[in-house]
């Protein structure tokens, strides 16, 4: 069964930068990651950046100028740069992936990002 792993997650101090990989594996449903998305205690999940296959960047609002959404096609994997991290961009990190031919979206486990002020 094809799946999403997250990796990069961590704890660093405010105003370092960590990478978020995320990497489809296994066989069966192609995946074609596509986003980020974060979950902190006592919130709801929300969209941190998002890629379309054409290049057009999503981003929430308070992540806006300092998270980078990038992709390497050659290797289906998806990265988030995330540089000036604050204490309250500390979450649980979710890659989505859109599933090859059905309408439906595919979760990773999520990496876990901790900010220290």
């Known amino acids: 069964q094809r799946r999403l792993v997250e990796s990069g997650g961590g704890l660093v101090q405010a105003g370092e930068s960590l990478r978020l990989s995320c990497a489809a594996s296994?066989?069966?449903?192609?995946?074609?990651?596509n986003a980020w998305y974060r979950r902190a205690p006592g919130k709801q999940r929300e969209l941190v950046a998002a890629?379309?296959?054409?290049?057009?960047?999503a981003y929430g609002d308070s992540v806006e100028g300092r998270f980078t959404v990038s992709r390497d096609n050659a290797n289906n994997m998806l990265y988030l740069q995330m540089n000036s991290l604050r204490p309250e961009d500390t979450a649980t990190y979710l890659c989505?992936?859109?599933?090859?031919?059905?309408?439906?979206?595919?979760w990773g486990q999520g990496t876990q990002v901790t900010v220290s002020s």
């Open positions: 296994g066989s069966g449903d192609r995946l074609y990651p």
């Open positions: 890629l379309t296959s054409g290049g057009v960047t």
């Open positions: 989505k992936a859109k599933i090859l031919g059905r309408a439906s979206d595919a």
